[in-house]
């Protein structure tokens, strides 16, 4: 399709780019949505302008979230009337939401909303909010005014519909699976199966790793083989250590961050992935883990039960319930056999539901609309 046929989207988010190295996962992403789009970015970043994956960025640099609206507000204004933008799609009902509903009340386009997880609770999961009670009801009050004033909701979970539907229940609500490469996850070779219980994703509380640490220090004497490895990095890091130490968790790493190849080569050996969250939109790491075969456990919450079928491909447990996520473990463990079975039925699950094909026709889809 040729540029001048497609429909210039403007993408409004509070997320931060480094465009100064190479990602092959947004080269993937906006390189798969500009075949059938006009992309153009604003967000946060280290430069204003930027072309690059076969977008346009316009980058924010990183400012307090009022001061960012605001600026946004302003550059937002002027895209939408230089670059003849056609739809307008903020990623979140909330900061984001309310620029794009302001300059769309400007230029009345057609404007999506996305919600990509749990707005109202889970900031509250992650850090001490003070006045959470005032906060709370500000996060409410702007979700809906942009959801209110959206021509369609765009949600990446039955969860995330169900709770737009609480705070707009007249929303026309369209639902897609946010991105996730599992392309270069399903086709790997050498899937083995070590003693390891493995978590990957940002270090806070409301990842609720604190509860695998110590489900698995309950374990730890019965099933002294195993280890327990903690990918990522985050505020509460130093706390997890601490916790570890004090369980005395004999066999525990903390690797930090690591590239996708070096995430996907710990779980194409681990035993079972576990991703116990207090509160998640989606799970995409459930998707990665289970397009390499490996059985998965979960908290029941969000659109974790859309991706964990319990005992069928992994188990699910009562969010914050540590012995719940004991038990399950201990039948992963316990029960190689199970686990490969599992694991098996979740890759079948995975690759009929979820691929790049329908998250871009889902967007292309989403336009036309």
Not at 123 to 140: A, D, G, K
Not at 293 to 302: D, V
Request: include cysteine; hydrophobic fraction near 40%.
């Amino acid at each position: 399709m040729k540029d001048q046929e497609k429909k210039s989207v403007l993408f409004i988010s509070t997320k931060d780019y480094d465009l100064s190295e190479e990602d092959n996962l947004l080269d993937k992403k906006f390189s798969g949505l500009s075949q059938g789009m006009n992309v153009f970015v604003l967000a946060r970043g280290r430069s204003w302008q930027y072309k690059k994956y076969g977008a346009k960025f316009y980058l924010i640099p990183k400012i307090g979230t009022v001061p960012w609206m605001f600026v946004s507000l302003i550059r937002g204004l002027w895209l939408v009337k230089r670059k003849r933008i056609d739809v307008i799609i903020s990623q979140s009902p909330l900061f984001d939401g309310w620029v794009a509903v302001i300059i769309n009340k400007v230029y009345k386009k057609k404007l999506i909303i996305e919600a990509h997880s749990d707005w109202v609770n889970s900031l509250f999961l992650q850090h001490r909010i003070p006045f959470p009670t005032t906060v709370r009801r500000l996060f409410i009050y702007l979700g809906r005014f942009s959801l209110s004033r959206a021509s369609v909701v765009r949600v990446v979970s039955k969860a995330l519909q169900d709770q737009v539907l609480e705070y707009c229940p007249d929303c026309k609500i369209i639902k897609f699976p946010a991105f996730t490469d599992i392309d270069i996850f399903k086709n790997e070779t050498g899937i083995s199966w070590e003693p390891i219980i493995l978590f990957t994703g940002s270090l806070y509380r409301l990842k609720g790793v604190q509860l695998l640490i110590e489900a698995f220090g309950r374990l730890q004497d019965r099933f002294s083989e195993f280890k327990l490895v903690i990918i990522g990095d985050g505020p509460y890091k130093e706390d997890l250590k601490k916790l570890a130490v004090s369980s005395k968790i004999k066999k525990i790493e903390f690797t930090g961050s690591l590239s996708q190849e070096q995430v996907k080569n710990w779980m194409k050996k681990c035993w079972c992935f576990v991703l116990p969250s207090l509160s998640e939109g989606l799970g995409l790491v459930l998707l990665e883990a289970a397009s390499l075969s490996k059985p998965l456990i979960g908290s029941n919450t969000g659109g974790i039960s859309e991706i964990i079928i319990d005992g069928e491909n992994g188990f699910l447990f009562t969010p914050g319930s540590i012995q719940e996520l004991t038990k399950t473990l201990e039948k992963i463990m316990s029960d190689k056999k199970l686990a490969v079975s599992m694991g098996e039925t979740g890759k079948r699950i995975v690759e009929n539901k979820f691929s790049l094909k329908k998250y871009y026709e889902g967007y292309f889809d989403l336009i036309k609309l």
